[in-house]
């Protein structure tokens, strides 16, 4: 169990459960008003701390900079929603709902205080007593029904020694951020076929017949043969033709980068404030004369 001391150590801290996983940030801690000690740490869960959940302290411990209850996060998001009064106290019976939900015998937290020889409330074994709504410090006298709980905001208030005093408190918003997938993309290759066109120069032989004069420079060529005969010669035409090959050559890398883009977003929330405001009475010379004769 947290005490007094580690309230202010408490107080906007992280809350993790047993197994190291983030509930929340602790915003409010009440306390019994019977034994004066903490009892209940509110706890912000939510994007943005968009609900509250109330959590007991009583088997809770500070672990370097952060507060460890031993409850599952999905256990105390899931929490009944209770409400508190304008004082600032749980009633009886969001108690016992609170306390049943966590699986905690609710006779057996009566029973953790007993009333000492002075008249105050102090921890410690015995049974259940007819209690009044006790200060945080358990200093005031014994009622008719147990004491509720009393609430503690972001600073401990300890009993007022100064009764022309009193203590002003706000609740300031604290924005965060959080990181969550946004999209993906992909770098996808795949295969497409076009038409390429290109002029190549071709060439084919064909048959010219060349008539030439028997001359001095042919004769000899010309009269080697017989006088009168048959014949014939054959030639054989070439022609050529497109021959098309392919060939595959790495002409660029692609990859994929991300880039962050920063924008401001406003975000809107509510906070609360407490107003202090003095009244003042005037007294007639009739009142005072009256108030003499009293």
């Known amino acids: 169990m947290i005490t007094r001391e580690e309230i202010a150590n408490v107080l906007d801290q992280?809350?993790?459960d047993g197994d190291g996983n983030k509930i929340g940030d602790a915003k409010h801690v009440f306390f019994?008003?019977?034994?004066?000690?903490?009892?209940?740490?509110?706890?912000?869960?939510?994007m943005i701390g968009s609900s509250e959940s109330?959590?007991?302290?009583?088997?809770?411990?500070?672990?370097?900079?952060?507060?460890?209850v031993p409850y599952g996060k999905d256990q105390v998001k899931g929490a009944p929603s209770v409400e508190v009064d304008a004082g600032g106290?749980?009633?009886?019976?969001?108690?016992?709902?609170?306390?049943?939900?966590?699986?905690?015998?609710?006779?057996?937290?009566?029973?953790?205080?007993?009333?000492t020889d002075d008249g105050r409330w102090a921890a410690g074994p015995g049974t259940a007593g007819a209690a009044g709504a006790a200060g945080l410090a358990g200093t005031e006298q014994a009622g008719t029904?147990?004491?509720?709980?009393?609430?503690?905001?972001?600073?401990d208030r300890a009993d007022m020694t100064d009764e022309n005093a009193m203590t002003r408190s706000e609740e300031q918003m604290h924005i965060g951020v959080?990181?969550?997938?946004?999209g993906r993309a992909t770098l996808r290759k795949y295969v497409v076929t076009e038409d390429v066109q290109q002029t190549v120069p071709v060439t084919h032989e064909e048959?010219?017949?060349v008539r030439e004069p028997i001359t001095d420079a042919n004769r000899d060529e010309a009269l080697a043969g017989p006088e009168i005969s048959e014949a014939e010669h054959e030639v054989t035409l070439y022609a050529e033709r497109p021959v098309v090959e392919t060939e595959t050559v790495p002409v660029e890398r692609v990859r994929m980068t991300t880039e962050?883009?920063?924008?401001?977003?406003?975000?809107?929330?509510?906070?609360?404030?407490?107003?202090?405001?003095?009244?003042t009475e005037s007294f007639t010379e009739d009142d005072e004369m009256r108030r003499g004769r009293e």
């Open 89 to 115: 106290h749980l009633s009886e019976s969001e108690e016992h709902r609170l306390y049943d939900y966590y699986g905690i015998n609710f006779d057996s937290v009566l029973s953790e205080a007993e009333r």
């Open 32 to 46: 019994d008003d019977m034994t004066g000690r903490p009892e209940w740490v509110s706890v912000k869960t939510g």
């Open 145 to 155: 029904a147990r004491g509720t709980t009393g609430r503690q905001d972001a600073r």
């Open 14 to 16: 992280p809350v993790y």
């Open 207 to 209: 048959v010219r017949v």
């Open 54 to 68: 109330f959590v007991p302290v009583r088997d809770a411990a500070m672990v370097q900079d952060h507060l460890e």
């Open 178 to 182: 959080e990181r969550r997938e946004a």
């Open 260 to 279: 962050e883009h920063t924008e401001n977003e406003t975000v809107r929330g509510q906070v609360r404030k407490e107003r202090i405001e003095a009244e």
